[in-house]
């Protein structure tokens, strides 16, 4: 089928869209278009054609005007499938299944409940969230398919019109464990990914500086979410026991992670975040290193499963200290907890067998518009 992918809000590399969902469903045989909104132009990647929609002068007319442009490319292209993956698309979607035009709804997070966290003030937000849960709920009746990157999402949605597509990692991508011990290995803890204050950055650089009788370290990768953010951080007479690498390449995080004792995913009780599965708790794992996650239910079920890490609450840093001190006092098992990540991973945790559900919807949404 001739399948238009819209995400005009979000990078035109995102791992997820392109790399994963879009690669997948071309090599399954269908012609898949992209459509972006970034002004760098049009790109082929293997069999994935995408369409950059522009990128207009102001805040407001750079998000709505590549949506609308896209709007009107599905209708002059009439695809078999439109896939889109921004919420503020949520109109023009609805717009487009009234006029039968089969759509698939992508929800990468619990919306309603993100824009609470806004810093606009609670009238903002709170009317903001009411029409995203409106638009959410008309969606579900008018779209073909949502597909819902964590179960709790998906129990927003039909039952009969929802599958499953967690953002696990790509099997060819995954870092390869690093064969030095773990008792060989820097006292050193890491961190990759967007450093903001909701993952918990200050917590983090306080509680490696108080591991008692060690000279740990923790080691960011990552860009800080604003100036006021980092000279925050680095402000801290903490920021002494710490390593900043700034952006990283994959080839830099996979060296980066050879030297961990564990992996830091300890983001704090955000109502949205609770519900996410953040990629860099599974790079940890496929990396062979041993996770320090928060103890939220969703998270608690996999590293309890997998048995390949220590869960502690986020907002006291006193559990994050007593996590890292028993990594570093046990080496023997902090080795065996990654490689039981590890293993997890490659068994279960990784985009092959995800691919396999977003595959099949298609052919179920092509099959249903046969026999109609």
Not at 140 to 148: D, E, L, T
């Amino acid at each position: 089928m001739r399948c238009l992918h819209i995400a005009t809000l979000h990078p035109r590399h995102d791992s997820r869209i392109l790399t994963k969902e879009c690669v997948s469903l071309a090599r399954a045989g269908h012609d898949v278009t992209l459509l972006v909104g970034d002004g760098v132009g049009e790109e082929q990647l293997g069999n994935v054609k995408i369409l950059d929609m522009g990128l207009p002068r102001g805040k407001l007319a750079s998000r709505v005007v590549p949506m609308w442009r896209a709007m009107r490319h599905v209708r002059r292209t009439t695809p078999d499938i439109v896939h889109f993956h921004d919420p503020m698309f949520l109109p023009f979607a609805i717009m487009l299944a009234i006029m039968r035009v089969r759509v698939i709804y992508d929800v990468h997070e619990d919306y309603p409940r993100q824009v609470m966290t806004w810093r606009f003030g609670w009238p903002i937000r709170y009317t903001a969230s009411v029409v995203y849960g409106l638009l959410e709920w008309l969606g579900g009746f008018a779209f073909s398919k949502i597909v819902a990157v964590t179960p709790t999402i998906a129990d927003r949605f039909p039952p009969a019109k929802t599958i499953l597509v967690r953002n696990f990692p790509l099997l060819d991508e995954l870092h390869a464990p690093d064969p030095t011990p773990m008792a060989e290995r820097p006292e050193e803890f890491t961190y990759v990914g967007s450093i903001t204050e909701e993952r918990n950055i200050f917590g983090m650089i306080e509680a490696v500086a108080r591991v008692p009788g060690r000279r740990a370290r923790l080691r960011l990768a990552g860009d800080f979410s604003s100036a006021e953010i980092k000279e925050q951080a680095q402000k801290m007479p903490e920021w002494a026991s710490v390593t900043f690498e700034g952006w990283a390449s994959r080839a830099q995080v996979a060296a980066i992670l050879a030297d961990g004792r564990a992996g830091l995913v300890v983001l704090k009780p955000v109502p949205h975040e609770m519900v996410t599965l953040p990629i860099k708790l599974f790079e940890y794992m496929a990396a062979g290193m041993p996770v320090i996650a928060s103890d939220f239910p969703l998270w608690r079920d996999i590293v309890e499963e997998a048995q390949c890490g220590v869960l502690v609450d986020p907002t006291r840093v006193d559990d994050l200290v007593r996590a890292m001190q028993s990594v570093l006092e046990d080496p023997a098992e902090a080795q065996a907890m990654g490689a039981r990540g590890r293993r997890a991973v490659v068994d279960k945790y990784n985009w092959d067998f995800e691919a396999v559900r977003l595959i099949d919807c298609y052919r179920t949404i092509g099959s249903a518009s046969r026999s109609a």
